[in-house]
């Protein structure tokens, strides 16, 4: 059926092929590339094919800058590739797939500690603020 | 990426109400998103190694350490296991769709690669006429399947019927029977009738000096006269 993937996949037992991040680049300048590679793999040994690329560092616009090819993305997929979690949650965002659960619950926490935080400011400049006027 | 939700349910049972054995450390904590909660604390966390290994004891300093798992809002917990439900359930859609595209190319790059335009023409041509004869004959045997369970409907009926009047044949037999019975029961020799019937015997004799052929009837003339 699927004779690249299972050709390379000989010699390995219990594994699978896996959509993850392969960590390039230098030191303090991280680059990952979106990677199909059989699990047992090292992380950033060899794969089966490169499917895009990500560069986790803002560039001058402040945008993060990834790049993804759907169509082999497709392909992989219905061969049977799982997804490793920053895969998946990059893909969520991308709107490739739908976005992650954790996403939304991490947005919601960041809001909701972001509201405390404005609160007990607010209340301590009422606070002090009424003293002052008030009586 | 499906390793959060095994995990989450023991997650969920660690959320129970229970003293705080340590209130400073619970001040600490200060007025998370969990007021209230205080989980039953167990000492049981995932362990990260760095410079020390397995075999190495732990230091002095860490003798008295306590380690918590990280709190869990059972709320928020369900939220987010729903979500995870949900969000499992449009990916293997998503799977099974891209899995059908996949094998779609393969069948149309197999027959392009073997087979001529024409013998595909005909090859749709014969399936369709295939599904023709197909509902054809599925039509018939509708109608053959229907005949023959009105037919069988009325055989039943038919047996049930002949059950119904066999039983009242038979139960008019006995209520004949038990009928004439009673009539007869009337000319019975009962303990008091006993002594008129002997009477009544004694004062009538009978003779029953006579022959009777095969045919039950007396003889009046003998052979030998």
Redesign the interface.
């Known amino acids: ?1 699927f004779s690249a993937g299972s050709r390379l996949l000989r010699g390995y037992r219990g594994s699978h092929v896996v959509i993850r991040f392969a960590l390039g680049g230098c030191t303090n300048r991280p680059f990952y590339r979106i990677v199909a590679a059989n699990s047992k793999r090292a992380r950033d040994g060899k794969y089966l094919e490169q499917l895009g690329c990500l560069d986790p560092l803002p560039n001058a616009y402040g945008e993060k800058v990834a790049g993804l090819n759907l169509e082999r993305l ?2 992989w ?4 590739a ?4 920053p895969a ?1 949650k990059l893909l969520g965002l991308a709107g490739f ?6 996403t ?2 991490g947005a919601e ?1 960041l809001r ?1 500690r972001r509201q405390r935080e404005q609160q007990p400011e607010a209340a301590p400049a009422d606070g002090s603020a009424e003293p002052g006027t008030a009586p | ?1 499906g390793a ?1 939700g095994p995990a989450m349910l023991p997650a969920l049972r660690r959320c129970r109400p229970g003293p705080v054995p340590l209130p400073a450390l619970a001040a600490a904590l200060g007025p998370g ?1 969990f007021p209230g909660l205080c989980p039953g604390w167990s000492p049981r966390a995932v362990p990260a190694r760095g410079r020390k290994t397995r075999h190495d004891p732990p230091a002095k300093s860490k003798a008295g350490r306590v380690k918590l798992p990280p709190p869990v809002d059972p709320e ?1 917990l369900l ?2 296991l729903e ?2 439900r ?2 499992r359930l ?2 293997s859609a ?2 099974a769709e ?6 779609q190319k ?1 069948r149309e790059e197999r027959l392009a690669a073997e087979v001529s335009v024409e013998e595909l023409e005909e090859h749709r041509r014969l399936m369709a006429w295939n599904d023709e004869e197909n509902a054809r004959q599925r039509a018939r045997r509708e109608e053959r399947l229907k005949k023959e369970e009105e037919e069988q409907k009325r055989r039943k009926s038919e047996i049930a019927e002949k059950q119904a009047r066999k039983m009242e044949a038979f139960l008019e037999e006995k209520e004949k029977e038990v009928l004439q019975l009673q009539e007869e029961a009337k000319n019975f020799i009962t303990p008091e009738n006993l002594e008129a019937r002997i009477e009544e015997c004694l004062d009538n004799p009978r003779n029953y000096n006579f022959a009777i052929d095969k045919d039950g009837r007396i003889v009046k003339r003998t052979v030998l006269s």
């Open positions: 059926a497709r392909y997929l219905g061969c049977g799982q997804l490793s979690r998946e797939l739908p976005l992650h659960p954790m939304v619950t926490r909701r | 990426s959060a998103p928020e939220v987010v979500r995870y949900q969000h449009v990916l998503l799977r891209f899995r059908a595209e996949v094998l393969k």
